[in-house]
């Protein structure tokens, strides 16, 4: 597995999922057609280690949700980088982004649940960054 792989090294592996939620608030990995449980994926990752598992290229509503089934199965580091816009096949729509001071709010709930690493994904601009940058505390502990 790439995941052992990188391992290996000794060197720092994050390990990112995106993930989306069902109507009834289930988590599941973001797969055209298939229901991949989120958290018997996380199962899988098992003992094969990684520094930090990061829920990312994931809508900003599913985030929390996604956040929340790592929280209960991870102990160590966690890292955000959601996106914001619609996919239309085959293009990223662009039009409905969030504001990078509603972003800012919604990173401080991730802060708040023990997230370290905080980015953005598709959608996300450099104006998104430093707010961010502005807004968040500069260490967050472990939770």
């Keep these: 597995m790439a995941i052992e792989s990188a391992v290996s090294t000794g060197l720092p592996v994050w390990v990112g999922y995106s993930c989306r939620t069902s109507n009834?608030?289930?988590?599941?990995?973001?797969?055209?057609g298939q229901d991949d449980a989120f958290d018997e994926a996380l199962d899988q990752l098992g003992g094969l280690g990684g520094s930090l598992i990061a829920v990312m290229h994931t809508e900003i509503e599913n985030t929390i949700p996604a956040l929340s089934v790592v929280k209960e199965q991870w102990s160590g580091s966690m890292g955000a980088f959601p996106h914001s816009g619609n996919f239309v096949m085959p293009n990223w729509q662009f039009k409905d982004i969030m504001s990078p001071e509603d972003y800012l709010t919604e990173a401080q709930k991730w802060a708040g649940m023990g997230v370290q690493v905080?980015?953005?994904?598709?959608?996300t601009t450099p104006e998104h960054i430093r707010v961010l940058k502005e807004g968040l505390p500069t260490h967050v502990p472990q939770v």
């Design 118 to 123: 905080i980015g953005g994904c598709c959608g």
């Design 24 to 32: 009834d608030g289930d988590v599941f990995l973001l797969n055209r």
